[in-house]
């Protein structure tokens, strides 16, 4: 059990019982060597057996005569050989070929002993929860997520009153009333992620009430605010809220009386107007994740004063404040605890200040996508905990700072979209071992290291759009083994594409070369979504390309000679946009167009086509064709007529 957050997971130390689950199933495990089950469970179990649907054969193990507390998924009593538990949650990869399905029969209930059953990540899309469950009466650990149930969550499982773990999230489940919940009397972990409980009105009533309740998950559950203001008692034991995704309006103000809670989440819940005023009620508080909201002004002081304040997270809302009130007043309360602040995409301005570099235990700082201006500070480079750095889409100028090059812990740097201006070293990246996505592009930036520079790095993605690289191809490129996406687009090449960049080991998801001087041709690109070569100067057949390849971007070039090959290859159907305008394209536009079902915008225009439209090409059904300025005559082809 993890608690969601975008970058780490909340400690669970609190939850005990969670965290003897594995414990006591590897434990028994092993005690079970030489242990026999009891005959009657071991015949439930089969009964059990014949009626699912196995397609991949999980419970081959589960034969007549056999013993039982040797069976995969099978734990039994370390002293009676009782079953014990039931571990039969599908693997999610392969999921169809490994999930089980069918009917649950009710042998289940001659296991008097069984404390805990898991069938989730199943396919069990026929039929509802079968309330046999409700009458399973030593479970304290049930487990039914995404296990592809549907219609009323039958109220008998308010019966289950020694239930510690109730999980039945991501299922097609509904519920008019939580009151069945309220029979729960042991239950501390509860999560109906996903359930339709638009008609539980007595949902908040009951749940937060509840006397052992430490963990709560009411994601997407359709609630709306709830007009009644319920006391609760301060000595409440609620930990962990997640409301999010929801429609509520305004945070419901009952929560402030819940003074345990240690985490809240109400990311994408339709929250407007300012935070309130009464978070410094809630003096544990760890994590605060409103993100994706509306929520507008500045934050309240009684945000700021959470001692205990890990995760802050505000991003997408319209809130307007100076960032360095913002690093000021958290650095009274918060300086050795946050870790996580995310406040992207709102109206944030003001200068980045030398405060930023007293939070050292930060690990992941978001401010893209704002309105902050001036330097990056140096005392950045104190942050030795620091991962994640995106302060992208601002008004950052100055030059980059050299002290990003002492950050060892670093894997995400993004700085893109700003007006910084001068040189980068490679002392800049000296450190940087860890780094796995450098998002920079729309810079001032110029970079030419020495030709036999190593980088410390291996980068999934690299975005450098704009910088000055020099005349020739980046070197240190063919060190990067593991790069799926590179934007080196717009940075002055005027050179050869070199033949070790083209047979790189690694297989390309993006490349981005638009607008440089490469020169030459190009027969083949192992790129398998996006490719744009555009305004260069190659001069070659168009190149052959992956049957994956979704856009393909080729214009204002000398590409010359016929498009049969390229348009007549069967294999190429997932093709959504093809660009080869302003180009030496000769002879016909073939008509094997039947297979380009997805194609939605091409452009073909100024090149030295000949010949008619072939109708072939109106059952593509484009919402952009360009065909201008070639030699082309005859009709416009019926066929479209329906684009």
Same mark, same amino acid.
């Given at each position: ?501 083209? %047979?790189?080991?690694?297989? $390309?998801? &993006? @490349? *981005? /070369?638009?607008? !440089?001087? =490469?020169? #030459?041709? +190009? ?70 167009? %039947?297979?380009?079902?997805? $194609?939605? &915008? @091409? *452009? /073909?225009?100024? !090149?030295? =086509?000949? #010949?008619? +439209? ?30």
């Amino acid at each position: 059990m993890a608690i969601a957050t975008m970058t780490t997971a909340l400690p669970i130390s609190f939850f005990p019982f969670l965290l003897l689950v594995p414990a006591i199933f590897f434990t028994i495990c092993h005690a079970n060597s030489n242990l026999l089950c009891v005959p009657s469970e071991r015949e439930a179990l089969l009964k059990f057996k014949n009626h699912l649907i196995d397609p991949s054969n999980r419970l081959s193990s589960w034969v007549e005569g056999g013993d039982c507390c040797k069976w995969i998924g099978v734990v039994c009593h370390n002293l009676t050989g009782h079953v014990h538990q039931l571990h039969l949650a599908a693997p999610l990869s392969p999921y169809e070929q490994s999930a089980l399905g069918g009917k649950i029969n009710p042998s289940l209930l001659e296991l008097n002993h069984l404390s805990t059953l898991d069938l989730s990540n199943n396919n069990f899309s026929s039929i509802h929860i079968p309330k046999l469950f409700g009458l399973l009466e030593s479970l304290t650990y049930l487990n039914l997520s995404r296990a592809q149930f549907q219609g009323a969550i039958p109220h008998n499982l308010g019966n289950l009153s020694k239930l510690q773990y109730l999980d039945l999230r991501g299922n097609d489940l509904i519920s008019e009333s939580l009151q069945w919940v309220s029979g729960l009397s042991s239950l501390q972990y509860l999560d109906l992620s996903y359930a339709n409980l638009s008609k539980a009105t007595d949902w908040l009533q009951v749940t937060f009430k509840h006397p052992s309740l430490l963990e709560l998950h009411l994601s997407t559950c359709i609630l709306e605010d709830d007009p009644h203001l319920i006391s609760v008692n301060s000595s409440k034991s609620l930990a962990v809220l997640d409301l999010s995704w929801n429609s509520l309006s305004s945070v419901p103000k009952s929560i402030f009386s819940l003074h345990g809670l240690v985490s809240i989440d109400l990311r994408f819940s339709s929250l407007d107007g300012p935070i309130p005023d009464y978070f410094g009620n809630i003096s544990f508080l760890e994590v605060l994740d409103l993100h994706q909201n509306s929520i507008n002004s500045s934050i309240p002081n009684s945000v700021f004063c959470l001692n205990h304040l890990r995760f802050l997270h505000l991003s997408s809302n319209k809130i307007q404040q100076d960032i360095s009130e913002i690093l000021q007043s958290l650095s009274r309360c918060c300086l050795g605890s946050l870790e996580s602040l995310n406040m992207a995409d709102n109206q944030l301005s003001g200068h980045l200040t030398c405060q930023l570099g007293q939070f050292k235990n930060l690990s992941y700082l978001s401010l893209a996508q704002n309105n902050i201006s001036g330097p990056i500070p140096s005392s950045i480079g104190e942050l030795s905990s620091l991962k994640y750095f995106d302060v992208s889409e601002n008004q950052l100028n100055g030059t980059f700072p050299l002290c990003f090059g002492q950050l060892e812990s670093l894997e995400t740097l993004d700085f893109g979209y700003n007006l910084l201006e001068g040189v980068v070293i490679e002392t800049h990246f000296s450190e940087l071992t860890r780094l796995t996505t450098l998002k920079a592009s729309h810079n001032r930036l110029r970079f030419e290291p020495n030709s036999s520079w190593i980088p410390p790095f291996q980068c999934q993605i690299i975005e450098l759009g704009h910088w000055h690289l020099g005349s020739k191809f980046p070197l240190w490129l063919k060190f990067q083994k593991e790069l799926s996406s590179l934007d080196i687009s717009h940075v002055g090449i005027s050179y050869v594409m070199p033949t070790w960049f083209v %047979n790189l080991p690694t297989q $390309l998801e &993006y @490349l *981005n /070369l638009f607008y !440089n001087q =490469l020169t #030459g041709g +190009i027969s083949y690109l192992n790129v398998t979504n996006s490719i744009d070569l555009s305004s260069n100067r190659f001069t070659c057949p168009v190149p052959r390309v992956l049957s994956t390849l979704r856009y393909l971007f080729l214009s204002n070039n000398s590409f010359s000679g016929s498009l049969s090959e390229l348009i007549c290859n069967p294999s190429l159907k997932e093709m959504v946009a093809l660009y080869i305008d302003i180009n030496l394209l000769i002879g016909e536009i073939p008509y094997c167009w %039947n297979h380009w079902e997805n $194609l939605a &915008y @091409l *452009n /073909l225009g100024n !090149n030295n =086509l000949t #010949g008619k +439209i072939p109708p072939t090409l109106g059952y593509t059904n484009p919402c952009m064709l360009n065909l201008r300025n070639n030699s082309m005559f005859g009709e416009l082809p019926s066929t479209l007529r329906n684009s």
